[in-house]
């Protein structure tokens, strides 16, 4: 069955159409934070919509090289790889626009680098041919009912500690985790990292807590995560299962 070709306009709507779920969702999340955290967040989350116009007004200015990127990423003659090549590319336009005006510009830290990284088989072949390492096959994913446990499952508290570092992350031992840090495959970067964009003034709310997952102003990025699914490549594990020894 011929899949259905999205426009930008039509992408929108579909997000606004639960936009406001999700705005309650993490209202009630926020409101559950100890008090420095929670005071953390409605200060961030009071500067972060100034940003966020900021960039829809740049992204508005570049509509036209973005829908061009979007329209390939949805072309059926194309191999699958190629699709998500254009799409990396559309993310990587997407960051050139958003990150200047995102903590991630001027916080110069790594907490996200120790959160799960989930990408597609598809596109660990294509950062493994980029980067010159073969990604190994991933453990099979499976449900702890019958005896097994998942990858996430299998590095307690990821996410919230800073325990499982990308294999990719070259580590500042001078520094805490989280600070600083540099990406040594920064160029081929999963989408995911290059979409992960923090519009608070700080990296403050990013740092990871033991006992709560902290609500963050992110930049929209659902854009591409939509576009991946179409492409159908459904076939996903986190970056350490695809490459566990990094560039070894």
Known sequence: MQEQVLTIAQIEKI????????????AQSASDLPEPLRLAYERANAYAPGQVEKVRQRLAADRSTLSVLV???QD????????????????????QIAQPLSACMTSHCSHCCYTPVTITRV????????????????PPRSHAANGTETAVASRPGIGHTYDWPCPFLAVETSLPP?????????????????????????????ELQPDHLVPIPLFDARVPHLLAA??????VADIRDFFPKGLS
């Open 230 to 235: 179409q492409i159908g490549e459904m076939d």
């Open 71 to 73: 329209k390939a990423t």
């Open 76 to 95: 059926e003659n194309l191999p699958r790889e190629t699709r998500m090549a254009w799409l990396r590319e559309l993310t990587e336009r997407l960051n």
């Open 123 to 138: 596109e660990a072949q294509l950062i493994g041919k980029a980067i010159g390492v073969a990604p190994e096959s991933p």
């Open 178 to 206: 989280g600070k600083g840090g540099k990406c040594a495959i920064y160029e081929h970067r999963p989408m995911v990292c290059r979409s992960c964009l923090s519009m608070a003034p700080s990296d403050k709310l990013c």
């Open 15 to 26: 997000f606004a159409a639960n936009r406001e779920q999700t705005d309650a969702q993490v």
